[in-house]
């Protein structure tokens, strides 16, 4: 029902045909379970939500169209100008659907949608970022207020942060969330922290966040490239039959537990660069698994799935961003405390500046970081 609604417009109305066939394209998908993309996972999410009764409030600099052009939850006449939002017509007496496109100044806008998520509780609050690497002008908000409001005041917030994290040779302004420093300020189960692969994945963990009996803080390093990489899609079963993984194993059938040689753990886009190595280079002994949540991190879970990979002596971190950045310092120590010694780390050497500006540089070391993963 929700995917139908969102292609349909009231009597009269003239949306952009370019817009239209993208979203007839996701609704043809999503009947032919060809495959689910990014941004109409985000609008099952929303939408089941709403029908539920629960409302939805979701800020950012174009957080109506979305910055890679994705969610169009917004629509406007050709001729009048009109605006058609719709997830506010799914059906009577649903919950209220939110989105603002906010102002560019990222301290007051993530400080009042804070202030919004204390305040109202039941609502889905969510902030995004144009690019994950302006959050650092709110870095007041979430030193003083997101990592800690709870330890020193006992006030809870759920509020959602989506910042869009990824390595695509955009340069050192358009690459890096800093993911560190979140992983930094993470302790007592103070926040999530989380760098998913998949759109049911990105489902689940949306909704999680208002089904729970507590409220906590997500951050959630939002995909770039990801949105349209033709892998990068989930089945209609994912979403009714599965829930939210904090840690992926490696699904690929040619891979043999018992014999796998080497195990490499990496969080994000990276994790389709490696299998796209692998799958070039006919590679049979290498595990790919996936950190979906680094906090809290799953530690039984992640100490199960190694086992179960007996005769693999080569553990490898990899990850895009230099060595001095990303999860590799969050999680070497959480690693040797597993496996009893220091993981083989795979990624860009230590840097000042979170990416390069060349995009032929860029290139070179994203070959020679996957390359190093799986074929040191």
Known sequence: HI??????????????????RQLNTKLKAFNADTGIDWGMSEALAFGSLLMEGTPVRLS???????????????LYDNETRERYVPLLDLKQGQAQFCVHNSLLSEAAVLGFDYGYSLDYPQMLSIWEAQ??????????????????SESKWGRLSGLVMLLPHGYEGQGPEHSSARLERFLQGCAENNIQVCNLTTPAQYFHVLRRQMKREFKKPLVIMAPKSLLRHKDCVSSVADFTNNTFWSILDDADESVVKQTTKRIVLCSGK????????????????????????????NTELLEQIITNYPKAKDI?????????????????PRLMELIKRLPRYA??????????GSLALHKREQSALVANALNP
């Open 3 to 20: 995917a139908e609604q969102l292609v349909k417009f009231p009597d009269g109305f003239n949306p952009n045909k370019k817009i239209i």
């Open 60 to 74: 950012g600099q174009d957080s109506e169209r979305g910055t890679f052009s994705h969610r169009h939850s917004v």
């Open 131 to 148: 690019f994950g690497d302006f959050v650092n002008g709110a870095q007041v908000i979430i030193d003083q207020f997101l990592t800690c």
């Open 270 to 297: 990276v994790y389709y660069d490696l299998c796209g190595y692998r799958v070039a280079n006919q590679l049979k002994d290498s595990a790919i698994i996936r950190i979906e949540q680094f906090y809290p991190l």
């Open 316 to 332: 490898v971190w990899c990850q895009e961003e230099p060595k001095n950045m990303g999860g590799w310092t969050f999680m070497a």
């Open 347 to 356: 990624g860009r050497a230590e840097a000042a500046s979170p990416a390069v």
